[in-house]
C-alpha cells in the first residue's frame, strides 16, 4: 500500500502574532503531521542553526521526520533529511552519498528525471496549485504533477495552494505525499487535525474476513540508519501487519517504555484494526496504565549476536 505522507513546511513569517515557530513546529507534531521541513528562506544561517537543535528535538519526540532545507551540514549534524533546490544538487552531486535521504524541489518532469539521475531519494514537484506564495504566476495543475510522477520512480510530493479541499485530488494522481505551508503556518489546530483525519483515512488499509493475520516482532537490529522503531512500525502496520509485537530485549524498562509510547502515539494516526504489543512479564504492566486499549508489559534481556541470526528468519525491520 503506497503511504501517503502529510508534511509542514514552515515560514515563520507566516505566523499570526504571539506565535512562536516552535511552539507552532510542536503543535503539528502533536495533531499528527508526519513530516516537517524546516524551511524558513529568509533567516539568518546562525538563527537557523540556534533552533535546529531543539527543531530536530522536537520532531523525533513525537515520531515526526525532520527535515533541514539547504544547510547540509546541520543535516549531517543531526542525522536528518535534507531538501535541496535543484541547482543546489547540480552544484553538489556527490551530496547524494553523504546524506542518506536527499529530497530536491523541482518545477518539470525533466527537473525530476535530473534529480532522480544524481541521486536523490524524492522530488518536491510544484507549485501544483495557485499560491500567495507564488503571486502572479500561474499553477502548473494536477496534469503537472502526474506527469512527473510518471516520469520517476522515486517517490513524489505535492506542493502550492493545496488543502484539504484537493488532498483527494493529489493523491489519485499517485503522488507520495502532500506539503503545505501557508495553511500549517496560520490555521486553527482544528483545521489541522482535519487534514491529518483526511490523509489518516486516505491511509487506512482495507481489510476483510479474508485477511490472515500477519504477525511483525521489532528488532531494531534491523531498522536503516536513524529510522525511529515507530516509523517502521507504521510502515508495516500501512503494509497490512494485524499485529505488532514490541520485543526489543536489550532495552532497560525506561527505554523501553519510551519506544512503546512512540509506537502507540503513532498507532493512533494509524488505522489498524487489530495491535497488540506483548512481552512476558505482567507485573510491569502498571508501568502502562494510561494505555488500556492495549497489553503490554517488559522483559529484559540479551540481544543476540547477529552474525548467529538465522538465515531463515523473518523480521518487519
Known amino acids: 500500500m503506497r503511504r501517503f505522507i502529510l508534511s509542514a513546511v514552515t515560514d515563520s513569517s507566516l505566523l499570526p502574532p504571539g506565535i512562536a515557530l516552535l511552539e507552532r513546529i510542536e503543535l503539528l507534531c502533536r495533531t499528527g503531521v508526519r513530516r516537517i521541513v524546516l524551511r524558513e528562506k529568509g533567516m539568518a ?9 531543539d527543531f530536530v528535538t ?44 536527499v529530497g530536491v524541489s523541482v518545477h518539470s518532469a525533466e527537473e525530476a528525471k535530473e534529480a532522480e539521475s544524481l541521486g536523490a531519494s524524492s522530488v518536491t514537484a510544484g507549485h501544483v496549485f495557485a499560491t500567495d506564495c507564488k503571486k502572479g504566476v500561474p499553477e502548473r495543475g494536477l496534469q503537472f504533477l502526474k506527469d512527473v510522477i510518471d516520469s520517476v520512480s522515486i517517490p513524489v510530493y505535492a506542493i502550492g495552494g493545496i488543502d484539504i479541499d484537493v488532498i483527494d485530488d493529489v493523491y489519485k494522481t499517485g503522488a507520495s505525499g502532500a506539503c503545505l505551508m501557508s495553511t500549517m503556518m496560520n490555521s486553527p489546530e482544528n483545521h489541522v487535525r482535519s487534514l491529518v483525519d483526511k490523509c489518516f483515512d486516505i491511509n487506512k488499509p482495507v481489510f476483510t474476513k479474508e485477511c490472515l493475520a500477519l504477525y511483525a516482532v521489532t528488532d531494531r537490529r534491523w531498522l536503516r540508519p536513524g529510522e525511529p522503531l515507530a516509523s517502521a512500525v507504521e510502515k508495516a502496520i500501512l503494509g497490512g501487519v494485524t499485529m505488532v509485537q514490541i520485543r526489543e530485549k536489550d532495552l532497560d524498562r525506561r527505554s523501553f517504555i519510551r519506544e512503546a509510547e512512540q509506537c502507540l502515539r503513532m498507532k493512533d494516526h494509524t488505522a489498524s ?11 510491569q504492566r502498571s508501568e502502562l496504565t494510561e494505555f488500556t486499549s492495549v497489553r503490554m508489559t517488559y522483559r529484559p534481556g540479551k540481544r543476540p549476536d547477529p552474525s548467529k541470526a538465522s538465515s531463515g528468519s523473518a523480521h518487519m525491520m
Open 45 to 53: 544561517d546562525s538563527d537557523y542553526e540556534r533552533i535546529a537543535e
Open 273 to 283: 484494526p487489530w495491535w497488540s504489543t506483548t512481552t512476558s512479564r505482567s507485573q
Open 58 to 101: 522536537i520532531c523525533r519526540k513525537y515520531c515526526v521526520i525532520p527535515v533541514i532545507a539547504h544547510r547540509r551540514e546541520l543535516a549531517v549534524r543531526y542525522g536528518t533529511e535534507l531538501q535541496l533546490s535543484m541547482d543546489e544538487l547540480r552544484d553538489y552531486p556527490d551530496i547524494t552519498g553523504e546524506i542518506r535521504y
